[in-house]
């Protein structure tokens, strides 16, 4: 029953183990991939029956291969399959789960959803539909946090009505200001504006991309945190009053918006600013009436200054980072605060330890824009090791759907320091082969191996300066590139063929027939 390496008391033990007699029975996993295959393993282990959902195109993906039952709920689009409530309720009912965990994406924050949910008589593994409402619109949470003491950008807590009114607020906290929707997150909607010149048009058009992209185009303002830092706080509510923050993860390492690298602790955050940071997320939390695993999301300055950004009501992408931290299981966690039972630990009994560094393995092509490469993988090694972990959504022959996110899987490396944790990770990703596909693995070793990264001088513009560095460097002619492929073609030929072919090429006497045969069918099935 322990879930980690905090201190387990008998008495808390006793009480933790009896309360689980009204844990749930059954639970349907509302999402597909890596997620989908973390949450049933957290079942698995609570011993819950696990159900999966999958869409045509994913009928062989490895969440339906792992769940104890999958329940197909229709096309490919996610709009008519992980999107659709009434699909996936439908789906509930019929394999009689008594609970449903949404993941992270699809409708993980849909606050119709979890209201259902709760209509349907099936417990949303998360929090309430009102509390998710509360943090979807920006200037909602921000009227709503105001009695609360939350260090915010300096900005409106409303939707702007006119240019002149923007035009007012600028000019009292200074340019440059950030227009921002109020439904937003992601950056859509989004403005930097310089000047009293560019304000009206950067509001007219800011205005109406929000009204596309969420059907509502309030926009608000708020002065620009110059090269800011992405650093948030992980926290835990149950649902009898008590929260509790986990420490932050240090989120910077960004591509349009998308992140790519996360660690935890930030090299930039100390023992005191943690403990504010984690004093104001937890007043968040409470000041929504939030219950289950959250995000607070901060935006930090060079002076460490730190404002409260927006709150993600879910279990993210990168919350490994902080299991490894914390010694803490999440997912039970979640579905343990879902079934009604109390935190088993206090703040005082958190306690991180190490460092924790999590790469997003993507199909995606780093030398061409990152484009997505969906497609077969030929060929899986995958890594393992001291210090690594890895949560996978894919095998060796599934095919990667062009349709969804192309998050294939996370590697997260863990060491006493963030310098073993790097090099473990190093380690990892050396090890790691995706044939058939291409991925984004070696733009993690330009990552680890920069000095600015192993310095820790890390802010939201890093990835892009990285990326333009090395863009601009001279190209070779690809010389190098067909010379590396000749040789590789050269050493998994049949040394015969080669001789008859050109004799300059044949091989030393004892070197290749040497040569494991083992070692030349994986190069073999590497090149295929
Ligand atoms: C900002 C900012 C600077 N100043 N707000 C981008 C996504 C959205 N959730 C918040 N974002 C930003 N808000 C003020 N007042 C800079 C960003 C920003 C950013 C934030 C986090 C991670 C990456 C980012 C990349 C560019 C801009």
New binding site residues.
Partial sequence: MVDGWLPSHPVRMAKWAAALVSMFRKILIANRGEIAVRVIRACRELGIQSVAVYSDVDRASLHVRKADEAYPIGPSAAAESYLNIDKILDAARRSGADAIHPGYGFLSENSRFAHACATAGIKFIGPTAAAMELMGSKTRARQHMEQANIPF?P?TAHGLNSPEEAARVAEKIGYP??L?AAA????KG?R?VHGRDQLACALESAQSEAERAFGDGEVYL?????N???IEMQILADEHGTTVYLGERE??I?RR?Q?VLEESPSPFVDQDMRCRMGEVAVRVAQAAGYTNAGTI?F?VDQHKNF?F??MNTRLQVEHPVTELTTGLDLVHLQIRIAAGEKLPFTQDEVCLRGHAIECRIYAEDPDNNFFPSPGKITLLLAPSGPGIRRDSGMYEGWTVPIEYDPLLAKLIGYGSDRKQAAARLVRALNEYFVGGIKTNISLFRRILNDEEFQQGRLD??FLDRLLSRTRDQPRDDGAAEIAAIAAGLFSVLDPTTVVQTNGSFGALPGTAAAASNWKKTGRSEALH
Avoid: D, F, N, W
Avoid at 184 to 187: L, Q, S
Avoid at 222 to 226: G, S, V
């Fill in positions: 950008v900005g200001v950030m921002k937003g997150g992601g950056g989004m930097m708020e002065k620009a945190i110059m800011p830092r992405h989120c910077s960004q918006h992140k999301e935006l404002y950004l927006e939201t513009g």
